[in-house]
């Protein structure tokens, strides 16, 4: 079993700033892929990253690709998402995952987690 708890989240303005931490407990960190999902309101939850156990592989959703970026840190169990250039349409609900099945490679993606932290607000204001 493993345990998430997202952070960073919070309001900012269009061409701002965030950085969403999380931190994961429970089982051995290293060994799993984790990623972030979102989901605005009235829209289906959609890809926004993922990272191997070994940062190997990375991989963005097209409508972020560029502005944010994806990172982990082993030994702090923790893995961030740095949203740069943020857009009115980025507002969501953020959320943490891990484990699961992700591929990257021969130019396409896909990641199925296993475990989701609460979810994290970015509101970002026009």
């Known amino acids: 079993q493993v345990q998430l708890a997202e952070s960073g989240g919070g309001l900012v303005q269009a061409g701002g700033s965030l950085r969403l931490s999380c931190e994961a407990s429970g089982r051995t960190f290293p060994n799993y892929a984790m990623g972030w999902f979102r989901q605005a309101p009235g829209k289906e939850r959609e890809f926004v990253a993922a990272?191997?156990?070994?940062?190997?592989?990375?991989d963005y959703g097209d409508s972020v690709k560029g502005r944010f970026t994806i990172s982990r840190d082993n030994a702090k169990s923790t893995v961030y998402l740095q949203m740069n250039s943020l857009r009115a349409e980025d507002t969501a609900v953020y959320y943490c995952?891990?484990?699961?099945?992700?591929?990257?490679?021969?130019?396409?993606?896909?990641?199925?987690?296993?475990?989701w932290g609460q979810g994290t607000q970015v509101t970002v204001s026009s």
């Open positions: 995952a891990a484990d699961g099945e992700y591929y990257s490679g021969r130019g396409t993606h896909y990641y199925y987690p296993t475990f």
């Open positions: 990272i191997s156990w070994s940062s190997d592989s990375l």
